[in-house]
DNA sequence: GCGGCTTAGTCCATTATCAAACAAAGTTCC
DNA sequence: GGAACTTTGTTTGATAATGGACTAAGCCGC
């Protein structure tokens, strides 16, 4: 029986993803695993895996390694039964990328976007940019596009996906992403908070063992992602991880945006620095010219990054002892910088509790450009490869 | 056929299971709501109800009201299939109670124990009392002690189990309490964090809605526990909740056990509280006395009672802002009083961004002196209740 | 290079589950 | 008060999953 790419995804039965869940987080990828797995019986793995290669979602790719005994026939995914669009909107610069059905990142691309031009021009470049991407490689474009998963600045709103009060995309304030995107592309559309992405992607490619994460983005702006017993945990609102304005221990009272004093957003992400050296007599256009300065030995620069780093880690401390993750990923622009990161060790390590630190690790990002984008592309495929489908 | 108690309980099946789970927490209590709930068949119900009613796990216990049509026959667990000990164990008090396999408590009591007596002794008269108790009705004493479980003040490791450095419990570190308890009681015990149990408790007995709960205990120390997607989230060592020694927004640099300034535990917890108060010259012998001064509208213990609550609001501003919790439960002695309660709400407010509090509910517990034994109750039958079993 | 051992995967009778029809018990409304 | 409709629960033939025996394929040691 010649299997054929599937034309659309039918929801799976719940069996049928007890099996699709391990080959695609690689827990088992012969028959004999797949049993072992979820405690199905072999025999009915052998029913359901034919009825998947059937279907056209999962292919035999050769034979194994013995372990002792007859080799097992090696079961994949299909991972080119699609692809999927993800999109990692920043303040002024805006990623795009393809993933296959397997997350694996096929192309990438970068857009000069504004996002104060507000929903409708910015998404239309946004889908247009992806459509060149698609369109750039004949294997990509053969692909079923699936649907595209995108990442924005700011909060969304569990409950009715729209972009809730962002302090960084002006004219975007109750927007509707999903439909407007929907509206133009003619295919299923995920949105979530940015951090949240690169949490996920950082998660899904990097450490899978350590199931409570926090990965902190520190750009323009400060937020966080937060895996919980190896899910993306969003809290009741959609809101979680927003530590823009918590306030930050020991800090002098600048003003926020919010209307209060001393917050973490006001006092440490790039803005806020980018603003003080500005303020300082120096030229930098953006963050990565004041990280660049820093690294060219700038006194100012250097000053700035540590101490932001250092606030940063004061905030994660408080953080870190209340949910008391396995795991702290530093990622963000500033994160480049390795005087901020240090900041953010040290003074976390200074202000944690024992208990809370000697079992943590603490590190940038896998693959710092990547891991948005990667995140866009794991979250749309764990919906669609969930009971909930797309 | 006649349905015996079960002498043990052999571990449940997992479609079991999936009928226990709502009969137990009480979404569905008929044949035709299980089907619903479960997603099984009707004749699969039938199957398993007879099945767990030959087991002795079920019963019926009359018609249900109609709703339109034929009226459903009502189903129940068999809550006297067993009894379950609980023990929240106090720095200068420790409450004891039976729960029946409902989750509902039966009898309670309270002790008088210094927890610095050690845990041989301590644990001792725990077991002497629980068994006084146990043989102080009959109708308990009839039902079969399937264990045991205990809350205490201090750190638990997720891993060994056991009491890991808990400052207000001398003598304790280390302690391996199922071990020396489950010694003398032979049964099963587990062990967890008062302040983690006191959330399971509010959580069960209260808003079950809610998914995302964070319950603070602020009595002579102040821990907190978390309520993650439906389910006690303990973080990767089990020390999550920990917020005694994060720092508090501009405070006073006050020396902390910890060996650093300004923490959370050094400035607002009773005992720092009734330190204070005793250093300005008042007499008073414990937190209790010191809420009962504050309601005789003594100034000094008013405004000590204000702050604390100032200072704990301000730390929980960052959690909330971080977590995203749809309710914020403040319990322990302090929640006593109702000047550090509105002292924690109004700082919350302040400090809290619109979207993390506007649809956050914050109250004091349902049953203050009660939720840590009802946790304990519900954290063992949860347990049993599971695949895991016991 | 050939038995004995280990692992991988299939076949088949037994068992559990399901969907649909049916029976039981009540409500509603003319 | 009785016909039509609702909800609850059981029965039954069809379907799917299971466990165990069986075949396939490769490793190991002598």
């Known amino acids: 029986m010649a299997s054929r790419l599937p034309a659309s995804f039918t ?35 052998t029913a359901r895996i034919d009825e998947l290669i059937g279907l056209g ?14 080799r097992p026939r ?6 080119d039964a699609g692809i999927v669009g993800c999109v990692d909107l920043g303040v002024d610069r805006t990623s795009i990328g393809l993933v296959d059905l397997s997350g694996a990142l096929l192309a990438r691309g970068d857009l000069d976007l504004d996002i104060s031009s507000g929903p409708d021009l910015v998404l239309a470049e946004v889908w247009s940019a992806l459509k060149a991407l698609l369109a750039s490689d004949s294997e990509h474009s053969r692909r079923l596009l699936r649907g595209v998963s995108v990442g924005v600045p700011g909060p969304v709103s569990s409950e009715s996906g729209r972009v809730v009060a962002p302090s960084r995309m002006p004219g975007w304030n109750g927007t509707d992403v999903a439909r407007i995107l929907g509206g133009i592309a003619g295919v299923p559309i995920l949105v979530n908070n940015d951090a949240n992405l690169m949490a996920v992607g950082e998660f899904a490619s990097g450490d899978r063992t350590e199931p409570n994460q926090v990965f902190v983005k520190a750009g323009s702006g400060i937020g966080c992602g937060i895996i919980a017993r190896g899910e993306l945990f969003v809290g009741s609102r959609g809101a979680a991880g927003d530590i823009s304005h918590v306030a930050v221990p020991d800090a002098p009272p600048v003003p926020c945006s919010c209307g209060r004093y001393g917050c973490l957003d006001a006092l440490a992400s790039g803005n ?18 004041m990280i660049a300065l820093a690294r060219d030995a700038d006194p100012v620069a250097t000053r700035l990054l540590r101490e932001a780093g250092s606030m940063t880690g004061g905030v994660l ?17 500033l994160s480049q910088s390795e005087v901020f990161v240090a900041g953010v060790r040290s003074t ?7 208990m809370a630190t000697d079992q943590l690790t603490i590190t940038t ?5 990547d891991c948005g984008l990667l995140g866009a592309g794991t979250v749309f495929l764990d919906r669609l490869f969930s009971e909930q489908g797309l």
């Open 11 to 45: 929801r799976f039965s719940a069996q049928n993803l007890a099996i699709l869940g391990p080959l695609r987080s690689g827990a088992a990828d012969s028959k004999a695993d797949l049993a072992k797995v979820t405690g199905l019986s072999p025999s009915t793995i």
């Open 57 to 70: 979602h999962v292919v035999e790719v050769g034979d194994g390694v013995s372990r002792g005994g007859r």
């Open 74 to 79: 090696t079961l994949a995914l299909r991972r």
């Open 272 to 289: 806020a620095l980018v603003r003080e050296l500005q303020n300082a007599g120096l030229e930098v256009a953006n963050v990565e010219a």
């Open 317 to 333: 401390a408080s953080i870190v002892n209340f949910f008391n993750p396995g795991r702290l990923i530093v990622g963000g622009v």
């Open 348 to 354: 976390l390590y200074a202000q944690c509790l024992p």
């Open 365 to 369: 990002p896998l693959r710092p450009g």
